[in-house]
């Protein structure tokens, strides 16, 4: 976790890295305005990462939303990954899952009040926004940290404690879409999925961070909630640990954290594992109630995640077995070290002193 020595593995990897190069050329262009990043006259937050995939950005975007949703008129922006269309969109009540992409439709059906669009520029996706939403006083930019042609007011960066940066390398030899020098853009840092910290260990990580940049740097840890049934069909169950047996089925980049949460509460587990932001064809949906039906369990069920919820229940190949045994385990993101409100404050200020309407 805390092991620096493999920081010179990194460096070596850096330095014969063509694509190390090419990033760190392009972030200089950036630096030095030869490449134009635009701001905008409405408070921004980016909240994104430096690794592919997995830091969380989903939950803490949503952390967001709840945080300031209630004072302020929020908008999110995404890329909409994985979508089957092109362009900006503006999600709507007749929106689908290939349109938006798995997360902004997630976020869509759970905040149906938050102005929610996609677009591959987002340059072009804040000028629309801005343009059917004249009210609008705070936009999240979702996994935007390395589209820098948007210049935002206060960028988050998270970081996956189990898989800190400072042990990574640039792809492809690693995870990296950049350089570990990239931590100097952000405002806030993150350390996401933060459960079994030590207390040393956070201040390790903190020490890290604050040698490269000033600036505060946070804990998180998901809390899990509880589960829901995906489909009406679904038979009712009060409790997971009332199940003896779990087919727990994902396409997300990391199920462990999940897989050990439902291990915890006592159930045997499963698991089948897709591709992060996977599409399912009709054969899997076919196997995912095959493998079902083997189980040998008195007691069972399946569990899937939000996202992968998402493109679950617009599927009508999902056999009935399926639909009446599959449940929804949801997260939720907790600022940890008692530092919650801090952090809060941090977010809530920015947006009050930025905005267009104080």
């Known amino acids: 976790m805390i092991d620096a020595r493999r ?14 190069w090419i990033t760190a050329i392009r972030n200089r262009l950036f630096d030095h305005g030869v490449i134009e990043s635009r701001g905008f006259h409405v408070p921004t937050i980016c909240i994104g990462n430096i690794t592919v995939g997995g830091t969380g950005k989903t939950p803490h975007t949503e952390y967001l939303i709840e945080l300031l949703g209630r004072k302020f008129r929020t908008a999110v922006l995404s890329r909409g990954y994985g979508r089957r269309s092109k362009g900006y969109i503006k999600a709507d009540d007749s929106s689908s899952m290939p349109t938006l992409g798995d997360e902004p439709f997630q976020i869509k059906n759970k905040y149906p ?78 350390m ?30 998901m809390r899990y909630g509880k589960h ?42 499963e698991l089948m594992q897709f591709g992060d932001h996977h599409n399912f064809t009709a054969d899997e949906l076919k196997g995912i109630a095959a493998r079902f039906k083997e189980m040998k369990g008195t007691r069972k069920a399946i569990i899937t995640t ?20 599959i449940y929804v385990l949801p997260i939720k993101v907790e600022i940890l070290e008692g530092k919650e409100k801090m952090f809060n404050q941090i977010i809530e200020d920015y947006v009050t002193e930025n905005s267009r309407n104080r």
Not at 7 to 20: E, F, K
């Open 228 to 269: 829901y049934p995906l489909f009406r069909e679904a038979a009712a169950l009060d409790e997971i640990s009332q199940c003896n047996e779990i087919l727990l089925v994902t396409g997300i980049a990391n199920p462990t954290p999940l897989k050990e949460e439902i291990e915890r509460r006592g159930a045997r587990v």
């Open 113 to 190: 009040d938050i102005d929610v669009a996609v677009c591959e520029k987002r340059v072009t996706g804040i000028e629309r926004l801005l343009a059917d939403v004249k009210d609008i006083e705070v936009i999240l930019l979702d996994d935007a940290y390395q589209h820098r042609h948007v210049k935002a007011g206060l960028n988050i960066l998270l970081i996956d404690s189990n898989r800190p940066i400072w042990q990574d390398c640039v792809l492809p030899f690693g995870r990296m879409r950049e350089n570990i020098s990239g931590i100097t853009r952000a405002d806030i840092v993150i």
């Open 192 to 221: 996401t999925k933060c459960r079994n910290l030590t207390p040393e260990q956070a201040e390790w990580c903190r020490n890290y961070i604050k040698g490269m940049k000033d600036i505060p740097v946070f804990f998180s840890a």
């Open 306 to 325: 939000e996202k992968d919820a998402t493109r679950l229940q617009e599927r009508d190949e999902l056999p009935i077995i399926a639909k009446e045994n």
């Open 7 to 20: 920081g010179i593995t990194a460096r070596v990897c850096d330095a014969i890295n063509p694509y190390q």
